[in-house]
């Protein structure tokens, strides 16, 4: 069954870096494009990255320039790098896929194109 799990969280501050991952299972993520989700106290969840199954990627506009989404197929896993990170970051990431499009698409942002969901890794950027 399909299965993600995130990891890397913790607290940092601001000006920091963490580099999460979303160690995947039970398809091939080859075929796959993966998104990566945030959620703070309070607010809905928000698209940060995503990842296409060609490597094409993409990022919301607070984040380009400091966030960097890559994959190693190879190890089933995807990666956020997260630089200069600042507390209006602190949220819950979560990574996510589907069963198709293996595209980002134009609406890669919107939670409802995701079928699959993992636990959630916990982000704190605070001084």
């Known amino acids: 069954q399909v299965q993600l799990v995130e990891s890397g969280g913790g607290l940092v501050q601001p000006g920091g870096s963490l580099r999460l991952s979303c160690a995947a299972s039970?398809?091939?993520?080859?075929?796959?494009?993966i998104g990566w989700f945030r959620q703070a106290p309070g607010k809905e969840r928000e698209g940060v990255s995503c990842s296409s199954d060609v490597g094409n990627t993409y990022y919301v506009d607070s984040v380009k320039g400091r966030f960097t989404i890559s994959r190693d197929n190879a190890k089933k896993t995807v990666y956020l790098q997260m630089n200069n990170l600042k507390p209006e970051d602190t949220a819950v990431y979560y990574c996510?896929?589907?069963?198709?499009?293996?595209?980002?698409?134009?609406?890669?942002?919107?939670?409802?194109?995701?079928?699959?969901w993992g636990q959630g890794t916990q982000v704190t950027v605070s001084s």
């Open positions: 996510a896929t589907r069963s198709s499009p293996s595209s980002c698409g134009t609406f890669w942002y919107q939670t409802g194109g995701y079928g699959y």
């Open positions: 039970g398809f091939t993520l080859n075929y796959r494009a």
